[in-house]
C-alpha cells in the first residue's frame, strides 16, 4: 500500500484544538480537512480568518452563527462560510463535524 496515497484513519493524532473539540487532521497542498468531535455544550466564540470554511454535520446538532444569521445544523444542513466574515457555534448534542478549509489552515499543522 502506498502511504503516501492511501492512509489509515485511525493513525491520525487527536488534538484538542479548544475545550472539548477534539480534532483528527488532514493537510493537502489546497485544504485542510478536519474531522472533529464536539462535547454537548462546548462552544466556539465568534470570530472569523481568512479561510474560505465549508462545515458539515456528520453525526448529532451544532448551532451555527454566520454574520447576524444563527441555524441549527444536523445532517441535513451544511454551511458555506466565506473568508473574514465572523462565526461560531455550540454543540447542542454531542456531534461530529466535517470542516473543510481552503486555503490550508498553517496555524492547525503545530
Not at 487527536?14 to 487532521?25: A, D
Not at 458539515?56 to 462560510?81: A, C, P, R, S, W
Request: glycine share 8%.
Amino acid at each position: 500500500m502506498n502511504k503516501e496515497i492511501f492512509r489509515q484513519f485511525a493513525d491520525i493524532e487527536v488534538k484538542e484544538m479548544s475545550p472539548g473539540f477534539f480534532s483528527k487532521l488532514i493537510h493537502t497542498d489546497n485544504n485542510t480537512i478536519n474531522f472533529i468531535d464536539i462535547k454537548a455544550g462546548s462552544d466556539s466564540p465568534i470570530h472569523s480568518h481568512p479561510h474560505h470554511q465549508c462545515a458539515f454535520v456528520l453525526k448529532g446538532q451544532f448551532e451555527m452563527t454566520v454574520g447576524e444569521e444563527t441555524q441549527i445544523l444536523d445532517t441535513g444542513k451544511f454551511v458555506l462560510i466565506p473568508g473574514n466574515v465572523p462565526h461560531g457555534g455550540k454543540a447542542i448534542t454531542d456531534c461530529t463535524l466535517l470542516d473543510v478549509f481552503s486555503p490550508g489552515r498553517e496555524d492547525f499543522k503545530y
